[in-house]
């Protein structure tokens, strides 16, 4: 064969060598979707749940949740509220192992209940101290406030100190129980107050509550608000105008205690509001007929005051202007006792409660009694820090208070020795008592 034969051979050979690889190559690449097309149109199929797999999506669903629900109401004692939620659980799962032991420690906790058949300890504050500094500044009002004020860093250990030593918080209307007859009249048995046991029974108040214009610019809160939750919170002004809204007074930081220590409260129970009125309530000047936000104010205040009865919190009397009731006339009495009614209780709800302005009780029996019985109201409150004292009549209960503040903590603290120890406590920014 000819060189030039060869090469032209050659050529035609390599030629076709590559037509042949292309055209593997496209055959190979067309092949590939139909592989896939195939291997899509036929998966395996996921074999039916057994019924044992479809009961257990069943009681996630619908005995799960109870059952949380259950568990958080009796970690504040609210046992038969627990068992409640518990019989709503659907029939198939009665027998669920989870659920009865439930129902087993629930009623067990509610039968373990024992009466406390000693006076029950009252203790009160005022609004506390946020910024010692202000307060404590040496002006004419700094030895008021650190004779009868607490600041926020002894509530919060005393609050420890007390939920250490086995208190519990109750509502001041266990102390007694009460009857309604067919006309609505109500009698009053002396009881004991039951509590799990090894717990002590405690009622705790709170004065005023209405941030007098004497505490501006003094380092304590401004108002009581709802935040974004729909939760009780104070706004707090600092020094420099900036505003904070969070737990700065007795109520927002007892009721997040509470909420991280349920077993600290009998059945949500938090704490008694002594509110005035001369300068309006909760932070609010609805007093003031001039006041420009007056019906605003008035709508907050309602609102505020529902949230806290709400999640345990109760409403007293502390007369509107704080006046001295053992020694005013009977018809100032009337006169202070029916602006309270009109100006107050129409925005907080009516109360069974009052608190003596200044812990000064009055007769019993009296003319005065017999009025502020006439008003509904049947617990009467003074102040006597030495030893507690209950005594319930047919028709009233007496109940004295202790306040936790500078005086008794610095002066007094053996009086107090029963719930916290004052030293550990104190705060160590307190000036000396003049």
């Avoid at 055209?23 to 899509?40: D, I």
């Avoid at 009623?107 to 006076?119: A, C, I, K, R, W």
């Avoid at 909420?259 to 003031?288: C, M, Q, W």
Wanted: proline content about 5%; aromatic content about 10%.
């Amino acid at each position: 064969m000819k060189k030039a034969t060869l090469k032209i051979w050659a050529v035609l050979m390599a030629s076709a060598l590559m037509s042949g690889l292309t055209a593997c190559g496209n055959a190979q690449q067309n092949a590939e979707p139909a592989v896939t097309e195939t291997a899509q149109s036929s998966p395996e199929e996921e074999p039916p749940m057994t019924e044992e797999e479809l009961s257990a999506i069943r009681r996630e669903e619908a005995v799960v949740p109870l059952l949380e629900e259950a568990s958080e109401l009796a970690k504040g004692y609210h046992y038969e509220e627990a068992l409640a939620r518990l019989q709503e659980i659907p029939e198939e799962f009665a027998q669920d192992e989870e659920v009865a032991a439930a129902v087993t420690a629930y009623t067990e906790g509610l039968d373990s209940f024992v009466p406390y058949e000693q006076p029950v300890r009252h203790i009160f504050f005022h609004s506390l101290i946020v910024d010692t500094d202000l307060a404590f500044d040496g002006d004419y009002m700094s030895n008021g406030y650190n004779y009868w004020m607490t600041t926020v860093d002894e509530f919060r250990a005393i609050l420890e100190e007390l939920y250490t030593n086995q208190y519990i918080l109750i509502n001041i209307h266990d102390l007694c129980t009460e009857q309604t007859d067919e006309d609505g009249n109500v009698t009053l048995a002396s009881a004991y107050p039951m509590v799990p046991e090894g717990k002590i029974p405690l009622v705790l108040s709170v004065d005023d509550v209405s941030y007098y214009d004497y505490m501006e610019n003094d380092g304590f809160p401004k108002r009581l608000v709802l935040d974004e939750h729909g939760d009780v919170k104070n706004l707090y002004v600092h020094p420099d105008g900036t505003e904070s809204i969070g737990d700065y007074d007795v109520m927002p930081i007892l009721d997040t205690f509470v909420k991280e220590h349920p077993d600290f409260s009998l059945r949500g129970a938090k704490g008694i509001i002594a509110a005035t009125g001369y300068e309006g309530t909760l932070g609010y000047r609805v007093n003031d007929p001039e006041n420009p936000t007056l019906e605003s104010d008035k709508e907050a205040v309602r609102a505020v005051a529902a949230r806290l009865k709400e999640t345990g919190w109760i409403f007293a009397s502390h007369g509107y202007g704080h006046r001295h009731t053992a020694d005013i006339s009977y018809n100032s009495l009337v006169e202070d006792t029916g602006r309270w009614k009109d100006e107050i209780a129409s925005l907080v709800g009516d109360t069974d409660v009052y608190i003596y302005p200044y812990g000064e009780e009055i007769d019993y029996p009296s003319q005065k009694l017999t009025y502020l019985q006439s008003e509904g109201f049947r617990y009467f409150c003074g102040v006597w820090a030495s030893q507690p004292f209950v005594v319930v009549k047919d028709s009233y209960v007496r109940q004295t208070r202790c306040n936790l503040d500078g005086y008794t903590m610095t002066k007094r603290p053996e009086s107090v020795s029963d719930l916290i120890d004052a030293a550990k406590v104190l705060d160590p920014v307190r000036p000396e008592l003049q």
